[in-house]
T-cell receptor, first 113, second 113 residues
Framework: KQEVTQIPAALSVPEGENLVLNCSFT??????LQWFRQDPGKGLTSLLL?????REQTSGRLNASLDKSSGRSTLYIAASQPGDSATYLC????????????FGKGTHLIIQP | DVKVTQSSRYLVKRTGEKVFLECVQD?????MFWYRQDPGLGLRLIYF???????EKGDIPEGYSVSREKKERFSLILESASTNQTSMYLC????????????FGDGTRLSIL
């Protein structure tokens, strides 16, 4: 059964720093990997989706990479801002009988002004 | 922009009641999903549907049922609510293509007293 792990569980950094969030998954047979942002008490906002054939995706200050063979993905946030404070969730889509996403437990990020 | 609308942000019900959570999407997506999110457990898939009147069990379907009579609407039903079903419920939708992202609603925080 697919398992997704995110490290660290929480991270606090000063504004302006570049940072990396990590995600690992146990079964490399995935269709894609998706990064989400969740603000307190809210739903999920899709940030980036990387297909299994891709190595990375970029959107603004965000860059996500995927190394399928080693079961790892990173989300790089450049020049962090207080508005980036949120919980970041990594999820993989493996297909098969249960066609939902398998989520990690998230990284709670605080950007200090 | 894709819009996934959940009918209630907050809901309080009593044990034994039959509870309906409604979700509507406006982008003609084939796939719709119900997840629940709990502290320490993350998001877990309850049910999904890939077409009208079609449904598939996810990882934790016990105590729940679903209905999809129209393409845009996916309902989650708690047949006889219990306190362990107190949770944040999130609905999502996506196109049939497995490499399309899932889009989430804002969630319904359900309390069962």
């Amino acid at each position: 059964k697919q398992e997704v792990t995110q490290i660290p569980a929480a991270l606090s950094v000063p504004e302006g720093e570049n940072l990396v969030l990590n995600c690992s998954f146990t079964d490399s047979a995935i269709y894609n990997l998706q990064w989400f942002r969740q603000d307190p008490g809210k739903g999920l906002t899709s940030l980036l989706l990387i297909q299994s054939s891709q190595r990375e995706q970029t959107s603004g200050r965000l860059n996500a990479s995927l190394d399928k063979s080693s079961g790892r993905s990173t989300l790089y946030i450049a020049a962090s801002q207080p508005g980036d404070s949120a919980t970041y969730l990594c999820a993989v889509y493996s297909g098969g009988g249960a066609d939902g996403l398998t989520f990690g437990k998230g990284t709670h990020l605080i950007i200090q002004p | 922009d894709v819009k996934v609308t959940q009918s209630s942000r907050y809901l309080v019900k009593r044990t034994g009641e039959k509870v309906f959570l409604e979700c509507v999407q406006d982008m003609d997506h084939e796939n719709m999903f119900w997840y629940r999110q709990d502290p320490g457990l993350g998001l877990r898939l309850i049910y999904f549907s890939y077409d009208v009147k079609m449904k598939e069990k996810g990882d934790i379907p016990e105590g729940y049922s679903v209905s999809r009579e129209k393409k845009e609407r996916f309902s989650l039903i708690l047949e006889s609510a219990s306190t362990n079903q107190t949770s944040m419920y999130l609905c999502a939708s996506s196109l049939q293509d497995s490499n399309q992202p899932q889009h989430f609603g804002d969630g319904t925080r359900l309390s069962i007293l």
